[in-house]
């Protein structure tokens, strides 16, 4: 298993924000966790990432314990998260943003126009805005940009927060076509999202959360099809 | 604007005519033409204005000169601002950390000096300037260490504790020298070399003066320009080391942290390592303008150090524009220059210190010259405003 997460528990003061929770992650897959809005989606990622402190339990990332160590600590690891609600460097330009995604890496400068050319490859709109201020692009670009920057650690895992939210019916289709595509060059996803239908479909193993706690697990195939599931949180039809 | 290839549909061509006319003139257009000349051409022109720079203390040139101060003093303080402002640059302008106590270093510096100079023992001037310069540093990190783990607001308040905790040890510190200060503070070794004599104008034309001079390099308590020379010399250098560490790693992982701490740490950035970095180096320097300040005066006491020094050299840095080195140089000169040349306002100077700094404030909120990043996010507010939010589009 890439990712093994036990028990896990995080407060903010004394509200439990995630409650004992157990999932995993196997090298290779898309794994999403879908919820309604305070369902304790964005803390569990947070956490994986090393911003939120852990009360108790333990993550484990290729077999190493991981569960205190800080974020920066993280991302040479392989772990690498594009944050909710697009947070790039707005006064850094497009090229500047993703130059810092390379930043923890030894050997950014060897592979930099590959990676570049890659993250271009998947965004052929950042390509057009290399030069611009990230803060003046559209949300569909900053959530680009955001993703764009999370891959130029090279990330074996790549933690995705919404990046589907605020965004047009069609271009959610555009960034999920991509997050698939993400997958096929061989880096394993795990997907926090509340358009659970577009989630699901892409998902190799799913987990529903609910106030902070796991309710439901299954294949993205199965809760799809599941009536309950559709009912709460696909809003009756997909 | 430094806009780059921004395409016509994500920029609407109001935000730019919004720009125009607040700015009143294109700030990029000096720049680029002095960037465009051919390498001698610019270097001349660079050699020419340090030169210039160097020599203004003999110039005595009208309507810059103070004619209730002596100019060469007046023109050592400034430097010293300057110094100060490049300082809290680092801190305030790179890492976005707000210090209201940046006078505490400024004493730092200027106490190690006197007390181990004079008071306490009477080590050599060369040794005493880098001792000023390790215990600010030393300082900054242990004031660091536990504060930047909190962020905004808390820090500002913690920091304008400690710079009044520093002077209020120094006023009740016998070792110190309490209320009565420290006399006696050494000053630079002289070296006799050559007379330079000073211009005289009469009008518009100017003649040499042989019967005023300044004698070089001689630290003397009449003539103050070699002050200001070596505090001019310390400011190329200081500027020298900013301009490699803006451009280095290090200034990117301080503009990371500064625009989002968290997605800095998320890049891999130790923001708070970063943090302490900046301090240390803001330190660095106020401790350093602080001994040069201490070797000028002679003397020292707890009243030099009061907290509305600090809250000057924010101003400084605020009005010229935080994050932009040549801003904050700007702001220094304001704030340190405006009220010594209307000295002759007697007690209104104050007053017009004051209404100058706001209208400086209501005309140019982002400072007099405001830093890349600045002019973007004001490009994007603007740019928002037009599109009355909600119109997301790819």
Redesign the interface.
Known sequence: MLLEVEGLCVNYGRIEAIRDITFSVEQGSVVTLIGANGAGKTTTLKTLSGLRKVRAGSVRFQGRDVTHMASHERVPLGISQSPEGRRIFPGMSVVENLDMGAYARADRAKTRSADLERVFGLFPRLLERRDQAAGTMSGGEQQMLAIGRALMSHPTLLLLDEPSMGLAPKLIQQIFSIIKEIREQGTTILLVEQNAAQALKIADSAYILETGEIVRTGTGRELAADDSVRAAYLGGDV | MT?????PD??PSAARSAWGPRLGWDRGALARRITALPVPAKWTLIGAFVVFLYALPLLEIPILSTPDTDFGAVLFTVASYVLVALGLNVVLGYAGLLDLGYVGFYAIGAYTVAVFGSLQAQLSWWLLIPMAVVFTTISGVLLGAPTLRVRGDYLAIVTLGFGEIIRLTALNTDWLGAAKGITGVPRPPSVELFEIPHLQWEGATAVIDLDDTTTFLVFGVADQAPYYWLALTVIFIVLGADRMLRLS?VG??W??TR??E??????????FRFKLLAFASGAFIGGLSGALFASRQGFINPESFQLLLSILFVAAVVVGGAGNRWGVIMGAIVVAYLPERFRGFEEWRLLVFGMALLILANFRPQGLIPP???R??Q??DE?LEALEEGT???
């Open positions: 806009q780059g290839k921004a395409s994500t920029e790693r990117r992982a503009e990371a625009e989002d968290d997605a800095a740490e998320l890049m891999g950035v130790p923001t890349r990043r600045t973007r996010a490009a994007v740019q997301d589009r790819v």
